[in-house]
Structures are given as structure tokens and as C-alpha cells.
């Protein structure tokens, strides 16, 4: 019996750490939510009006590496209802290859126009395949989106370097999906 107290006692405990881990990793999502549409909007304010009238965004921070032939990089972020507020915990990774070296870490924001293109991504999530680029025009939206590139209809994305909007924004080989352990 007191074998069976301890094991229901250590499964508390590491059930309690595990959802701490998961509510602290959360809060961190939320910081760099935080701060990346505050650097956005600084560099970029036109930004505001557009992710305030859109359907939804989605955030993330990406670290990536290239070494020679092939690079990874890996990331998470937090995709948003404006309607209902719902948050949606993501996870993204990439795989690139070509011949370089280097060490990149950027932070991408996705502005949904309609709700069923948010849904989409939350829920089916996205995958860029290694022929994929993002169109360098802003066709009828005008001001609203300068400096953000369509990746899809209705669907547009800035990226952010710690010098401010991306020249050239690339998303070759880069999958997004639901994070299980944080929803």
C-alpha cells in the first residue's frame, strides 16, 4: 500500500511539473508574441491597422543553421482568432539545402484576412514546399501592406531581423503544425 501512496505521489508531482513547464514555455510564446508586434509595428506601423482588421495572425520565432550543404531550423509561435480570442499553440521546422554556412534567427508574423484561411493553418497546418517564394506585390492593399509579401490569397507575412523588415523574405521547406503538448 505505501508503494502505491509514493508512485501516486510521484506521478502527481511530475504531473504538476509537467503542466508548470507547459504554462511557463505558453508565457514565453506570449513574450516574443509581445515584443515581435511591437518591433513590428515600430518599423512598420501601417502594420497595426492591418492585423487589427484582419481575421487573425499567427507569430513565431525561428533559430536556423547552415552548415555547407543542408540547414534546419526550428521554431514555435502562436497563432490568434481576433474574433474569439482564441489561441492556438504552434510548432514550425524547415529544412534547407544549397551551399552556405551561417547561423539566422528571425521572427515571422502571418496576417490572415478571412477566418477560414486561419483556420486552415491552425488546423491542417501549412507546409512551403522547396519551390515555394513569396510574391513581392502588394496588389489592391496598397500602403496597409507595404513591406509584407503574399504567401498565399488572402494571406500575407512579414519578417523581422534584428534590423527590421526582412529585404527578402523565403519560406523554401518550412512546415507549421499544432503543438500537442501546449493545447
Known sequence: MRAWVCFLTLC?????AFA???????????????????????????????????????????????????????GKGVAVNRKTGQRTYMRMGELQ??????????????????????????TQGWEFGAQTTAAATTGDKGAAMQGALAVAPGVWMYQLTDKGLAAEITAKGTKYWKDKDLN
Open 20 to 74: 508548470d513547464k507547459a504554462e511557463q514555455e505558453r508565457k514565453d510564446i506570449q513574450k516574443i508574441e509581445h515584443d515581435t508586434l511591437a518591433k513590428l509595428y515600430s518599423v512598420q506601423p501601417s502594420a497595426k491597422g492591418t492585423i487589427d482588421g484582419a481575421a487573425g495572425y499567427a507569430v513565431f520565432s525561428n533559430f536556423g543553421m547552415k552548415i555547407l550543404v543542408a540547414g534546419t531550423g526550428s
Open 12 to 16: 502527481l508531482a511530475h504531473g504538476a
Open 97 to 122: 539545402a544549397g551551399i552556405g554556412i551561417g547561423v539566422k534567427k528571425f521572427r515571422v508574423v502571418f496576417v490572415f484576412e478571412t477566418p477560414d484561411k486561419l483556420d486552415s493553418f491552425v
